[in-house]
């Protein structure tokens, strides 16, 4: 069962921050937070992951709540080529992902 | 590096043939993963491997489906007989199960697209 809330879709002009949130109300204190995108047609693509700390790298930020009950992710600079499909997810070291519905992210010229 | 490989990139078939999809994991990683998705189920988990024995089949739909992975390099799943229903994306991931600690990161292969006619 999909532990996460996320909005259905959003916009964000190409060069600009896109903003993509997430809430997981019921997380647990082992659970860690993923974020995976899924370009159309591939396979989904790992972006970053997060327990307690907000975490950086070369794709994007992930700044998570001091309570871990929401997060967002961040794309710093939005090109067109990051239209896609993001799925957050909070799991157990070893259990499942599952990846729920998403948002859809429209990266507008 | 080389990603998860996943072959064929597209298969067409009749009902009622058989189908055969394969996986490459990455080199070292110990746990395999068979999802498919739908436009109405979205993405799901049919069955996974660690270190080459199956964990989890509770995601197969029925005995049409089955799988296997014979070493650590390698993988199938097969569809006999084919339905229209089983039309879908197919992705295989991999993952690396940390000992004592650590996450488990997912990686996907580009998926096979079935068409069942």
């Known amino acids: 069962d999909a532990k996460t809330t996320q909005p259905t879709s959003m916009d964000c002009a190409e060069g600009r921050a896109a903003n993509l949130p997430c809430n997981h109300s019921t997380i647990s204190g082992n659970e860690y937070v993923y974020w995976y995108r899924q370009i159309h047609s591939q396979g989904p693509q790992y972006i970053i992951h997060g327990l307690k700390n907000n975490e950086t790298n070369e794709m994007a930020s992930l700044i998570i709540t001091e309570d871990r009950k929401s997060s967002t992710l961040i794309l710093p600079h939005a090109t067109l080529r990051d239209t896609a499909v993001y799925y957050c997810?909070?799991?157990?070291?070893?259990?499942?992902?599952?990846f729920g519905t998403g948002t859809s992210l429209t990266v507008i010229p | 590096d080389a990603g998860v490989i996943q072959s064929p990139r597209h298969e067409v078939t009749e009902m009622g043939q058989e189908v055969t999809l394969r996986c490459k994991p990455i080199s070292g990683h110990n746990s395999l993963f068979w999802y498919r998705q739908t436009m109405m189920r979205g993405l799901e988990l049919l069955i996974y491997?660690?270190?080459?024995?199956?964990?989890?089949d509770s995601g197969m739909p029925e005995d049409r489906f089955s799988a296997k992975m014979p070493n650590a390099s390698f993988s199938t799943l097969k569809i006999q007989p084919s339905e229209p229903r089983d039309s879908a994306v197919y992705f295989c991931?991999?993952?690396?199960?940390?000992?004592?600690?650590?996450?488990?990161?997912?990686?996907f292969g580009p998926g096979t697209r079935l068409t069942v006619l």
């Open positions: 997810i909070v799991r157990v070291t070893g259990n499942q992902f599952y």
């Open positions: 491997f660690n270190n080459n024995v199956p964990i989890d």
């Open positions: 991931a991999s993952s690396l199960n940390p000992l004592g600690g650590g996450t488990d990161t997912q990686y």
